[in-house]
């Protein structure tokens, strides 16, 4: 596997008109809340209704969801996978900054962010979660890729250990194949995920302008050096559209919009060679 290391970029490559997807007439949408703490926010007329004569809710399928997951923009070029944990538990109503830098520290996390250190760091702060990913350690293959050579050696063994240990630690991983479906129906519930894609491939359809940062240099300083076939990126998703076939993340390379693809392009971008197609699931029941 290459756990999935991360490291801040990115927008889009193309210029594309700034068109937001919006529901269709008749499509159940849904507009969730900030969390548990601030309870949910509102749904459409009838959603969740009991059927008549039946003393349970009838499931109903949301065809339109987007979560209000705060935005927390990274801040450095190393940092986006904790930026989007910050995400994650600001959401939650679990984040303190002075317990996160705590929870950095007793965890040794340092400028290699890993997937697994994620799940870790989700269960340092008692977050039901789940990760899943094609590859149960550090894929000894991804060693000549440009993207993870500087650090392989340095990081495999402790990577590695990381997966071993996993299960004694309480943290949940598993190697399992997710289907867009999966993530749909996790986002229905106002569940939230952290991805790792690679940022190359990439396209936000509302950024009206191409914005290219190198993982190697202070965000925010424009990069020309010719783009690699694969720069590991996390985001967080919040949402989907079923009509328009799109998907709703928040990326912290930026500190004031949530982004939107299409799911082909979403789908080329977490199952791109590089990624494992790393997912980490995250609960609101946590």
């Not at 996993?166 to 997710?178: L, R």
């Not at 050096?225 to 079923?242: A, E, M, S, T, W």
């Not at 949530?258 to 609960?283: M, P």
Request: proline letters at 4%; aromatic letters at 10%; charged letters at 20%.
């Amino acid at each position: 596997m290459s756990r999935s290391r991360a490291r801040g970029r990115t927008g889009s490559r193309r210029q594309v008109s700034a068109r937001r997807a919006e529901p269709s007439a008749g499509l159940l949408a849904a507009e969730w809340g900030p969390g548990p703490g601030g309870g949910m926010g509102c749904a459409p007329p009838g959603a969740g209704e009991a059927a008549l004569g039946s003393a349970q809710p009838t499931p109903r399928v949301i065809d339109c969801i987007q979560l209000k997951v705060p935005v927390i923009q990274q801040l450095y070029h190393w940092d986006c996978g904790l930026a989007c944990s910050r995400m994650v538990l600001q959401y939650l109503n679990h984040l303190d900054n002075d317990e996160f830098q705590k929870a950095i520290q007793e965890l040794q996390l340092t400028k290699s962010i890993w997937t697994i250190d994620l799940a870790y760091l989700m269960r340092h702060f008692g977050v039901k979660h789940k990760f899943c990913t094609q590859t149960l350690g550090v894929d000894k293959g991804y060693k000549n890729q440009s993207f993870y050579r500087k650090h392989f050696d340095t990081e495999e063994n402790r990577v590695n250990q990381l997966f071993a240990q996993a299960k004694a630690c309480k943290v949940m991983v598993e190697k399992c194949t997710v289907t867009v479906q999966d993530i749909q129906n996790h986002l229905s519930q106002g569940h939230v995920a952290i991805v790792l894609v690679n940022a190359v491939l990439l396209l936000c359809d509302l950024c009206s302008s191409p914005v290219k940062y190198c993982c190697f240099l202070p965000i925010g300083q424009k990069c020309f050096c010719r783009n690699p076939d694969y720069q590991g990126h996390f985001i967080v998703l919040c949402g989907y559209n079923k009509a328009s076939g799109s998907i709703y993340y928040n990326n912290p390379a930026y500190a004031d919009r949530t982004c939107c693809t299409s799911v082909s392009n979403f789908e080329e971008a977490r199952t791109s060679y590089g990624t494992d197609e790393d997912i980490l699931f995250i609960y609101t029941d946590s």
